[in-house]
């Protein structure tokens, strides 16, 4: 069974500043999703990647996919307060198993 | 842009009563999904369709039932709410052959069985 793991679970950062969210899952997948969600609001898509290698960018966010590690980071550059928000990552089996979040919090 | 429309953003019903949440998506999308999302357990699958007329159980299906008689229309049911139901659903659809698809989700129901 596929399990998928983030890390940190909780990120409080000052603005200015970078750090890594991780993603870790279990079984061999080629298709790794990041997805953010504010309070009260759904999940908003942000990244596919589709392949081993695979690195996308959008704006102070960036995604890469190892699929040989199975590991899945994203970085982020400069952190600013309209970033704060809970990150998903969410991982391709017989279906989407999602981690179980990391909840960003950049104060000035 | 995809949009997921679910029909209640908050509701409020009592035990033993009857809830439909409906969802319509505007972007011919074969597959359809129910979640739900209760703090510290992330998201869970509850049903999902790949076509109209043919759905899923997910992994916690007990207590609700879906209805898909059109394409662009997922409808989830309580047929008696309880107080473990209790939660914010989540409505997703997507073009990916297969659930392993990526999701556009709707803005999400908050539901609350007192």
Request: overall charge positive.
């Given at each position: 069974e596929l399990k998928v793991e983030q890390n940190p679970l909780f990120l409080s950062m000052q603005e200015g500043k970078n750090y890594t969210i991780y993603c870790n899952y279990s079984t061999t997948s080629d298709r790794l999703y990041w997805y953010r969600q504010d309070p009260g609001k759904s999940l908003e898509?942000?990244?596919?990647?589709?392949?081993?290698?695979?690195?996308?960018?959008?704006?102070?966010?960036?995604?890469?996919?190892?699929?040989?590690?199975?590991?899945?980071?994203?970085?982020?550059?400069?952190?600013?307060?309209?970033?704060?928000?809970?990150?998903?990552c969410a991982v391709a089996d017989d279906k989407l198993i999602f981690g179980t979040g990391t909840r960003l919090q950049v104060f000035p | 842009d995809v949009k997921v429309t679910q029909s209640s953003r908050y509701l409020v019903k009592r035990t033993g009563e009857k809830v439909f949440l409906e969802c319509v998506q505007d972007m011919d999308h074969e597959n359809m999904?129910?979640?739900?999302?209760?703090?510290?357990?992330?998201?869970?699958?509850i049903y999902f369709s790949y076509d109209v007329k043919m759905k899923e159980k997910g992994d916690i299906p007990e207590g609700y039932s879906v209805s898909r008689e059109k394409k662009e229309r997922f409808s989830l049911i309580l047929e008696s709410a309880s107080t473990n139901q209790t939660s914010m659903y989540l409505c997703a659809s997507s073009l990916w052959p297969g659930v392993g698809g990526e999701l556009f989700f709707g803005e999400g129901s908050r539901l609350t069985v007192l």
């Open positions: 898509s942000l990244f596919v990647l589709l392949s081993n290698g695979a690195v996308k960018q959008e704006g102070r966010l960036m995604a890469s996919l190892d699929t040989k590690a199975r590991l899945s980071t994203l970085h982020i550059t400069a952190a600013v307060h309209d970033l704060s928000a809970t990150y998903f | 999904f129910w979640y739900r999302q209760d703090p510290g357990l992330g998201l869970r699958l």
